[in-house]
Nanobody, 119 residues
Framework: EVHLVESGGGLVQAGGSLRLSCATSGFPFDDYAIGWFRQAPGKEREEVSC????????FIAASVKGRFTISSDKTKNTVYLQMNSLKPEDTAVYYC????????????WGQGTQVTVSS
């Protein structure tokens, strides 16, 4: 059974940092693209970052480039999103997802974790 469980969200002041974790199980971690999406009220879902360890490939959205970093730990089947210099516009529910080829084709999704950045 496939599971993706996000953690690490919370309330932080602008300029602060958070690290999100996505613990996965039930699928071949190294063979999937795993990453992060976010969705704020009234806005479309946005792909934030993605990693595929088997081909050493990463993606990061222009909106967070230079501030967010994605990484993975194969020993724990876990993907992380380090978020620095947070802005109020980063406020959203952040979802972890996994796809066979790309994060944009994700078929497995976590339940999400709320990130709120106050000004």
């Amino acid at each position: 059974e496939v599971h993706l469980v996000e953690s690490g969200g919370g309330l932080v002041q602008a300029g602060g940092s958070l690290r999100l974790s996505c613990a996965t199980s039930g699928f071949p971690f190294d063979d999937y693209a795993i990453g992060w999406f976010r969705q704020a009220p009234g806005k479309e879902r946005e792909e934030v970052s993605c990693i595929r360890s088997s081909v050493s490939a990463t993606f990061i959205a222009a909106s967070v480039k230079g501030r967010f970093t994605i990484s993975s730990d194969k020993t724990k089947n876990t993907v992380y999103l380090q978020m620095n210099s947070l802005k109020p516009e980063d406020t959203a529910v952040y979802y972890c997802a996994a796809g066979r080829r790309y994060c944009s084709d994700s078929s497995y999704w976590g339940q999400g974790t709320q990130v709120t950045v106050s000004s």
